[in-house]
């Protein structure tokens, strides 16, 4: 269930990630433009990531190491509540939804510092995938247990 | 219920854009970037649009002629079945999906002429909105006429 | 005279801005992509007319209050030094380069704090537009002097 | 030289690439906000470079065959003589100016449909690097070669 209560949100959610608006994200209406906020939710997704101990794939690679394993996004999806404007600073939450065999749900909040209110909603499904064997794998289980013991850790405050 | 053959695809859309993808669009993966994907799909979605008699809002506005009746993309959403590369060219279409009270949704496939896939699903949903009223406003009839009759018409072909 | 050197670049800069790298900014090469700089220019370049007192155009005007007088970007350029990566923040300065007539220039560094370097280097030139009378303009002599007041203020720290 | 003329600038060129503009490249100024630019000269210059032989860096190499030689972008920058709207689409030359040691420059006017205008003009240049042993190197004669033929090959037409 989407939470829309900003305070609510920073504090239940796994991490937050903090970014300023750029003046030139917004488009033509005047508004920051829809693109752009997959560019925010895939940068809280990429920091949430990074904390299972997932390198930046600066060679192309995106393996987690030495298993071969690696994530690719599924779908990613975002509902608008309220434009956001320039100048702004947005915070960008992440908690776990669902988690299956061979997935996991992000779930996200955006949340406007000016309008102290939570202005879109996203969520991504991703999948694991074994780069070497090309093929859908299971989530490793220690892969899992560290999902789990950062949603379920002490909020970050 | 998507379509994944890209020939039915072109065949039964209300309309399609063809689309150069950049080699900029690529991010460190390798293959086009996520957030690249809400900007095709908001040029097919657009062109759609501007078949209603919509005008570019050069000035920020917006509106929809003289009635003062816009709209807003209230969700929007995609599920990536292949990656796309560069060099690459991609149609993207637009047909109807539901149309209610005060909105309407818009399903796009994406296709990839070099691999003769559908390679992405999108999905947005659009709400009428009166930017002087600043309300949700029920579709005006003339409006919903036109979206229906776009979207019955002979495909583009 | 490009400042090599970031202490002294922040130092004597009018101003500069934090901002996080976003992993999605890095192309198929595995680094920041080149045309993603001039949106760190850009927002470089916002902030210093912010500080003349100019608005964001959220109705896409530009206007510089009851005058009439805009800003239109005239050139830019930028040479880059070192990659960026993701994870990493910059610094963008700016400082004022020349002032004519009817335009002046703002020079900016990019530093990276990963990696305590100025890693591109950047140039554009702003011309004063009526958008009234639709011509370039003189510099308002009121603009001059806060311009010339930004920039020989104590620096920003 | 700079050439204005959109007839001459499209004959004399070394090649040219065709790109619509997407209405979310307007920014809120209700025109193709300048980053974008940058996009456009990226992608006809790597246009001219897939013609020598290069290949599109799937997995971030950018290297250049067997020679372990690849290009970096050194610096860039563009002039704006006229805002684009969208609709419209653009064409991007790429001619060659400078070919030094281990560097060359490419000019690129960005031609207008819509206004029948040269809308933008820029500059790029090119450095030859050898990514295995990390340092600049000359410009192998095969590549100088390939570079002056495109050149100065029969107008694309």
């Known amino acids: 269930m989407p939470i829309h209560d900003p305070a609510s949100a920073l504090a239940s959610a796994a991490l937050a990630i903090e970014i300023p608006v750029a003046w030139g994200e917004m488009d033509a209406l005047g508004h920051v433009n829809n693109a752009i906020y997959f560019r925010y939710l895939e940068s809280a997704r990429v920091e949430f990531i990074r904390r299972l101990g997932w390198k930046a794939p600066e060679q192309g690679s995106g393996h987690l190491g030495r298993q071969g394993v690696g994530f690719i996004l599924q779908s990613v999806q975002c509902r608008f509540r309220r434009p956001v404007f320039y100048p702004d600073t947005l915070s960008v939450t992440s908690r776990l939804g669902d988690i299956g065999e061979d997935r996991f749900t992000l779930r996200h909040e955006v949340i406007s510092k000016a309008q102290s209110e939570v202005v879109a909603l996203g969520e991504g499904t991703i999948v694991t995938y074994d780069y070497v064997a090309k093929a859908k794998v299971p989530l490793p289980q220690t892969l899992r247990d560290i ?10 405050t």
Chains 1, 2, 3, 4 share one sequence.
């Open 147 to 156: 999902i789990v013991s950062i949603s379920t850790a002490r909020p970050h």
